[in-house]
C-alpha cells in the first residue's frame, strides 16, 4: 500500500509561482510512473505531468514551458514546479501512482490551486 500526501497548493495572482509535492509512504521511484493530474469544476480529469519509473518526463501542451516535474528520490517525494501561472490553472492538483505491471494505481487526496486574474 502506497499513500501519497500533496502539499503546496494555495492562491496566487495570474503570473505568479507554486511548488506542489507529493510525498510517498513507501518507495515508488524506480516502480512506480508518477504523474500529477487536476480536476477544475466541471471537466473531467487531465494528466498534466509525469515522471516515469526510468525519470524521462511528459507534460500536457497547456503546460509546456510552464511546469515542470521532478523527483527527490531520497525524500519519496515528486515535486511539481509551476510557474506563468494562468487563471485557467485553477484546480484540484492530484498526484498519481501507477504500476501497470503490479496492475496497482494510487491516489492523493487533491490540493487546491486557485490563480486570480
Known amino acids: 500500500q502506497v499513500q501519497l500526501v500533496e502539499s503546496g497548493g494555495g492562491l496566487v495572482q495570474a503570473g505568479g509561482s507554486l511548488r506542489l509535492s507529493c510525498a510517498a509512504s513507501?518507495?515508488?521511484?524506480?516502480?512506480?510512473?508518477m504523474g500529477w493530474y487536476r480536476q477544475a469544476p466541471g471537466k473531467k480529469r487531465e494528466l498534466v505531468a509525469s515522471i516515469t519509473s526510468g525519470g524521462s518526463t511528459n507534460y500536457a501542451d497547456s503546460v509546456k514551458g510552464r511546469f515542470t516535474t521532478s523527483s527527490d528520490n531520497a525524500k519519496n517525494t515528486v515535486y511539481l514546479q509551476m510557474n506563468s501561472l494562468k487563471p485557467e490553472d485553477t484546480a484540484v492538483y492530484y498526484c498519481?501512482?501507477?504500476?501497470?505491471?503490479?496492475?496497482?494505481?494510487?491516489w492523493g487526496q487533491g490540493t487546491q490551486v486557485t490563480v486570480s486574474s
Open positions: 513507501g518507495s515508488v521511484f524506480g516502480i512506480f510512473n
Open positions: 498519481n501512482a501507477a504500476s501497470l505491471s503490479l496492475n496497482l494505481d494510487y
